[in-house]
T-cell receptor, first 116, second 118 residues
């Protein structure tokens, strides 16, 4: 079960790109990097995931280093509504893990605060 | 709309009482999970179930019990044996590999149930 390390908190100005780092130096070859965010007192929301290629969707971009030991979540134009706790987790797919509990623990994440 | 519904949203109970939190999903997901979140902390896994009539303990199962009699339902009982039950409880589900439109292993969460023991 790969562990991740994230900064406790970050600030970003509204309208700027928010870059959230995550270290996962013990990631295995079959483990994906997933990002979720949790707005206060709500359930976490899926943002994006990737294996080794960079990924982009309507919410964010995910940049994974070539050695896969770290990644960065990029919110291109942060708004006040992006203020939340962002979690980076690594886990194998349901198929590879046999549906087990690996990678299902969420650490404290990064509290991103968007400043007006 | 498809999703996960948790109820009740807020619950108060007296010390020594058991309480059951409901979690229902209409996403046709095989796997379901229960998490506990304390203030300023991450999510800790209580129990998970990969398939009907089967479930496994997570990291902090003591004082909790679950059942999985139907695919769409995974209720959590907080028993009187749980020493510090006041917390925010989150239920999640996930599809098997290849069945999710956006990817595999993605977790879908409910809105949570906040339990306070008086």
């Amino acid at each position: 079960d790969a562990k991740t390390t994230q900064p406790t908190s970050m600030d970003c100005a509204e309208g700027r790109a928010a870059n959230l780092p995550c270290n996962h130096s013990t990631i295995s070859g079959n483990e994906y990097v997933y990002w979720y965010r949790q707005i206060h007192s709500q359930g976490p929301q899926y943002i994006i995931h990737g294996l080794k290629n960079n990924e982009t969707n309507e919410m964010a971009s995910l940049i994974i280093t070539e050695d896969r030991k770290s990644s960065t979540l990029i919110l291109p134009h942060a708004t006040l509504r992006d203020t939340a706790v962002y979690y980076c987790i690594v886990r194998a797919t349901f198929m590879y893990s046999g549906g087990g509990a690996d990678g299902l623990t969420f650490g404290k994440g990064t509290h991103l605060i968007i400043q007006p | 709309d498809g999703g996960i519904t948790q109820s009740p949203k807020y619950l108060f109970r007296k010390e020594g009482q058991n309480v059951t939190l409901s979690c229902e999903q209409n996403l046709n997901h095989d796997a379901m999970y229960w998490y506990r979140q304390d203030p300023g902390q991450g999510l800790r896994l209580i129990y998970y179930s990969q398939i009907v009539n089967d479930f496994q303990k997570g990291d902090i199962a003591e004082g909790y019990s679950v059942s999985r009699e139907k695919k769409e339902s995974f209720p959590l009982t907080v028993t009187s044996a749980q020493k510090n039950p006041t917390a925010f409880y989150l239920c999640a589900s996930s599809p098997r590999s290849g069945e999710a439109p956006r990817g595999t292993g993605e977790l879908f969460f409910g809105e949570g149930s906040r339990l306070t023991v008086l």
